[in-house]
């Protein structure tokens, strides 16, 4: 299966932007959506974006849409999350993970493997 390591976080001030970065080896990238989930102290890990194998399609948490983008580069087997206009709520330990074929919803338990995690801390 597909191995994953992200980074890319770091401490940023409120209204600034970062870019994770999700690098896959392994299997084939293309067999997988790919999507970014994160998890703040004390609460439950949460879903962020999701983009389709080819990237012909994407979808997003309601608290993010309109300030993040999520994207992938095939030919380096590589997913991005662009985080734009970051609020201190968006502090959380951010993961990547590959969805296997068969899978289509957006919850934790459809996607797997997962990155090691990148810590994201927005001050305000």
């Known amino acids: 299966q597909v191995q994953l390591v992200d980074s890319g976080g770091g401490l940023v001030q409120a209204g600034g932007s970062l870019r994770l970065s999700c690098a896959a080896s392994?299997?084939?990238?293309?067999?997988?959506?790919m999507g970014w989930f994160r998890q703040a102290p004390g609460k439950e890990r949460e879903f962020v974006a999701v983009?389709?194998?080819?990237?012909?399609?994407?979808h997003y948490a309601d608290s993010v849409k309109g300030r993040f983008t999520i994207s992938r580069d095939n030919a380096k087997n590589t997913a991005y999350l662009q985080m734009n206009s970051l609020k201190p709520e968006d502090t959380a330990v951010y993961y990547c993970?590959?969805?296997?074929?068969?899978?289509?919803?957006?919850?934790?338990?459809?996607?797997?493997?997962w990155g090691q995690g990148t810590q994201v801390t927005v001050s305000s």
């Open positions: 993970a590959a969805s296997p074929p068969g899978y289509s919803g957006t919850y934790y338990t459809d996607f797997g493997p």
């Open positions: 983009i389709s194998r080819y990237g012909s399609s994407t």
């Open positions: 392994g299997r084939t990238f293309t067999a997988y959506r």
